[in-house]
């Protein structure tokens, strides 16, 4: 069983930042792409960015030059560094992993909870 938990939410006004975490634990062989994905309300939910297991990194246009995804394979976790927040970015912001549990299982993706990211003007 996996579970991804994220964290570093909060409230911020326009032009602040916030880092999210989230970390993966349980029964865990590998983690290969992990992502960060946003939901508004009344919206869908959207990609915001990708980091690799080798760390390459692509970003939604929107979020290109503010956001910087990172990665500690050691520990399990992906960052998201939002800087320059603006009120379009208010959101849930969901981690997603995709994960092998032991070397000869299939891979498959996980979700987190969701972590609330509100920027006021």
């Known amino acids: 069983q996996v579970q991804l938990v994220e964290s570093g939410g909060g409230l911020v006004q326009a032009g602040g930042s916030l880092r999210l975490s989230c970390t993966a634990s349980g029964t865990i062989f590998s983690i290969n792409a992990m992502d960060w994905y946003r939901q508004a309300p009344g919206k869908q939910r959207e990609w915001v960015t990708t980091i690799t297991r080798a760390g390459e990194t692509n970003y939604a246009d929107s979020v290109k030059g503010r956001f910087t995804i990172a990665r500690d394979n050691a520990k399990n976790t992906v960052y998201l560094q939002m800087n320059s927040l603006k009120p379009e970015d208010t959101a849930v912001y969901y981690c997603?992993?995709?994960?092998?549990?032991?070397?000869?299982?299939?891979?498959?993706?996980?979700w987190g909870q969701g972590t609330q990211v509100t920027v006021s003007t």
């Open positions: 997603r992993a995709d994960i092998r549990a032991t070397w000869y299982s299939a891979e498959r993706g996980s």
